[in-house]
């Protein structure tokens, strides 16, 4: 069973700094991309930033360039999103989530991040 256990969140003053973890689990997936979603209330999820293991690529929102760096540690099972320089507007619900080449899909629970101003 593919499990996500995402951690990390709290409340900031804008410019200040989190960094979320997603502890992995459960999988052995060759193809596969894993990485950050966020969502506020009434709005879309958002793909923040993920990991394409098939070309070993980070893509990033524009809204995170700059600011947000993905990370992982293999023998942690761990992925990590290093967000910098927060603004208010990156206050939302943030998930872990895992997408594999054959269409599956897995999320965390999300953990919150609040950013005031």
């Known amino acids: 069973e593919v499990q996500l256990q995402a951690s990390g969140g709290g409340l900031v003053q804008a410019g200040g700094s989190l960094r979320l973890s997603c502890v992995y689990s459960?999988?052995?997936?060759?193809?596969?991309?894993i990485g950050w979603f966020r969502q506020v209330p009434g709005k879309e999820r958002e793909r923040v930033s993920c990991?394409?293991?098939?070309?070993?690529?980070?893509y990033y929102a524009d809204s995170a360039k700059g600011r947000f760096t993905f990370s992982s540690d293999s023998a942690k099972n761990t992925v990590y999103l290093q967000m910098n320089s927060l603004i208010p507007d990156d206050t939302a619900v943030y998930y872990c989530?895992?997408?594999?080449?054959?269409?599956?899909?897995?999320w965390g629970q999300g953990t919150q991040v609040t950013v005031s101003s």
């Open positions: 990991f394409t293991r098939r070309d070993a690529g980070t």
């Open positions: 989530n895992l997408q594999t080449s054959a269409g599956r899909e897995y």
């Open positions: 459960g999988f052995d997936f060759n193809d596969y991309a």
